[in-house]
């Protein structure tokens, strides 16, 4: 499972609407939206399950990559680039929205390919439980449309973003271990 994930300073997703020729276009309505906190762009790819989306909603939701707002003594102010609150801490929400193609491998020819993303009915139930997940610990959650085309607006607040795969990330059971 993999994340990008950006602080922001506000964030929302809208329906695209697609007109008579097949065109998307923004004005669809408005899916979901936060103020201060994080955008989540989800990715599931072939061989995630629950305990992939456990462990990346707990890290998601314990990053500490908000400023703290110390004062400096040298600069006499916050110098805002301290790392060290949460989302908890500074009363942010998430924006979750899906997005299959963080499993595009473009590495041959120009088109990519998305065979490594998982099938559609399987990854919304593994990107519901995400969210459950998340709200499950307290977090104010908003989401897009799971398989809908979107348009995403964000201001990114650092600008801060940081990609995590549950793959790479994840302690692995040991054999025979659930």
């Not at 994930?5 to 669809?28: F, P």
């Not at 707990?58 to 110098?79: M, N, T, W, Y």
């Not at 899906?98 to 399987?122: E, M, N």
């Not at 809908?148 to 940081?162: H, I, Q, R, S």
Request: glycine share 12%.
């Amino acid at each position: 499972m993999r994340a990008v994930v950006q602080r922001v300073s506000r964030a929302m997703v809208r329906e695209q609407i697609s007109t008579s020729a097949g065109v998307y276009q923004d004005g669809g309505a408005v899916l979901g939206q936060i103020e201060r906190g994080l955008c989540v762009l989800l990715g599931i790819g072939q061989g995630d399950e629950r305990a992939d989306a456990d462990w990346l909603a707990d890290k998601v939701a314990g990053l500490r990559i908000f400023p703290d707002g110390a004062v400096s003594a040298e600069a006499g102010a916050s110098s805002g680039k301290d790392m060290n609150r949460s989302l908890t801490e500074v009363g942010g929400s998430l924006l979750v929205i899906s997005q299959f193609t963080l499993y595009g491998d473009a590495s041959k020819g120009r088109r990519p390919s998305f065979v490594a993303a998982l099938a559609p009915d399987q990854a919304e139930a593994l990107y519901e439980h995400f969210v459950a997940t998340l709200r499950r610990l307290g977090h104010r959650v908003a989401t897009g449309r799971f398989g809908a085309m979107m348009a995403v607006e964000l201001v990114n607040d650092g600008p801060v973003t940081l990609i995590l795969d549950s793959a790479t990330g994840r302690p692995k059971p040991a054999r025979g271990e659930p």
